[in-house]
């Protein structure tokens, strides 16, 4: 391990995040909302911070040894880089006053995260700029900050590649171009293009600019945190909820299909598999809830509308709603439950398992049982084209492991704080899922604030747990890491 290379990536990351405060801070001074000095000293902070991290170790990085990066450096600046910049992401709530230390670092976290799980009750009381700065934290999250990182890695000095495997949360990885730089700016161009688009679709639909830019970074970061504490449902307009709805669903997507499409290869990346189930899956969400809402007598236009609107937001784990979805019936909860853990496709900002994930270890499953009638039969477990290793599909069943271990161990120590099981578990499964709701009063503003300090922290390390896809934060955990 090398801490000079460590800290040299971990400068950069804190650095971008303080330089990304400059524009809530310019906003502020714009409008006047009074609240440039909670931006301006953080952001000075975050700078000083990330210079004097990143240049000493600069220096010297013509060495043989500042060159090279172990596994170990990997997930040791991807950790540290997550938690630095939620750190310093938190300093504008305490300095504005907004909140305290604990739950600005969770609200930080939840931004960063994309989980979109919050203490603020009413953000229509809120600062703009600090509502601004909440939806920036989203978008830079679901881009990655580490992704970020990647198009400065000649100034750290080593190639990035293992650093966007460890980041990107694509459990079948597949390279865009022979240069993992040139990758991670075809993805930073698709992201930015989805970004755009939704801020002319939203603006055109009635949202004033404010409300059209803050819902179009946390539309395409798939993080859910808006302006109104009624969210999308505050607007009352079909068209916004349609457009919307239609970003969730595009950023749920492999980002990679985008640039297959652009290069005049539209019909593999419309027939991609994983794809395909996903948007199966989004289908099979709002038929279901549009025939319970349907039945229990709401109009079928109106019934259409909800379903698909919420079949698109929890399977992409963004939490955006129109209605109480909660208050439908066990089955349609039962269903949009399962879309949240499935999540959407790997390669893109959602949360959950990821679509592949799932479609693998059931197709493991059906290939077992077709053992047991066939035990001499050699079989080979594929992914469209693609034969997977052996080694790939012991990470997906040690992820599965992992993946339920975490909800068990972390809804009973969230029982040890007094709450009911179920809401103990909803949380955690919020939160490691990324989508930040879950039944009952989980997800509630109110829900998150009333916990106490220690459910909290425990929270944002689910929170960084599913957004890093388990295994990285993990490692961190296990005494073999930090041994020499």
């Known amino acids: ?19 990304a405060m400059l524009l809530p801070m310019l906003f502020s001074l714009l409008t006047g909302d009074g609240q440039v000095l909670a931006f301006a000293v953080p952001a000075l902070a975050a700078l000083l911070a990330g ?77 703009p700029s ?70 002319v679709a939203l603006s055109l639909a009635g949202m004033n600019l404010f409300d059209a830019v803050n819902h179009a970074l946390t539309t395409v970061s798939t993080g859910g945190f808006s302006t109104r504490a009624d969210s999308i449902a505050a607007f009352d307009s079909a068209t916004i909820e349609l457009f919307v709805a239609a970003g969730m669903i595009l950023s749920g997507a492999n ?9 005049g290869r539209l019909g593999r990346a419309l027939g991609n598999a994983e794809l395909i189930v996903y948007l199966s899956l989004v289908l099979f969400g709002t038929l279901v809830t549009t025939a319970v809402l349907y039945a229990d007598g709401s109009p079928m236009g109106q019934s259409l509308l909800d379903g698909f609107f919420q079949s698109a937001s929890l399977s992409t784990g963004t939490g955006f ?5 909660k208050s439908w019936g066990s089955l349609s909860q039962g269903v949009l439950l399962l879309l949240m853990a499935i999540g959407a496709c790997a390669g893109s900002t959602g949360g959950g398992m990821k ?54 161990v972390g809804t009973l120590i969230m029982a040890l704080h007094g709450l009911p099981l179920g809401e103990a578990f909803g ?16 997800g509630d503003a109110s829900f998150f604030a009333e916990l106490p300090a220690s459910a909290k922290f425990l929270l944002t390390f689910f929170m960084l747990l599913g957004r890093l896809e388990l295994f990285t934060v993990l490692v961190l955990l296990t005494p073999e890491f930090w041994r020499s």
């Not at 990066?69 to 600046?77: E, H, K, M, P, T």
């Not at 709603?321 to 979805?325: I, K, L, R, S």
């Not at 034969?387 to 909800?407: D, M, T």
């Open 355 to 408: 679509v592949v994930r799932v479609m693998l270890l059931a197709r493991h499953a059906w290939q077992e049982v077709f053992r047991m009638l066939h035990p001499q039969a050699v079989t080979l477990l594929k992914f469209g084209d693609r034969v997977i290793p052996e080694r790939l599909r012991l990470a997906f069943l040690g992820f599965f492991f992992i993946y339920i271990a975490a909800l068990a």
């Open 130 to 199: 600090l509502l601004l700065w909440r939806s920036i934290s989203q978008w830079a999250g679901g881009i990655g900050i580490v992704l970020l990182f990647v198009a400065v890695a000649p100034l750290v000095g080593f190639g990035a590649t293992q650093l966007f495997s460890a980041e990107a949360a694509d459990p079948v990885p597949e390279r865009l171009t022979a240069r993992i730089r040139d990758t991670a700016k075809i993805l930073a161009v698709v992201y930015l293009g989805l970004t755009l688009g939704g801020v």
């Open 255 to 263: 980002f990679a299909l985008y640039f297959q499409a652009a290069r």
């Open 427 to 442: 949380s955690v499964f919020s939160c490691l899922n990324i989508t930040g709701v879950a039944l009952g009063p989980v």
């Open 51 to 127: 210079g004097l991290l990143f240049f000493p170790a600069r220096s010297r990085r013509g060495s043989r040894g500042s060159t090279y990066v172990s596994g170990r450096d990997v997930y040791l600046i991807v950790v540290l880089g997550w938690l630095g910049v939620a750190a310093f992401g938190s300093a504008p709530f305490v300095i504005s006053g907004l909140m305290g230390p604990t739950d600005a670092f969770f609200e930080s976290m939840a931004g960063f995260t994309t989980t979109g799980a919050s203490t603020v009750g009413r953000p229509e009381g809120v600062a």
């Open 1 to 19: 391990m090398q801490p000079r290379v460590v800290a040299n990536a971990v400068g950069v990351v804190v650095g971008a995040g303080g330089a």
């Open 321 to 325: 709603v129109t209605a109480d979805w």
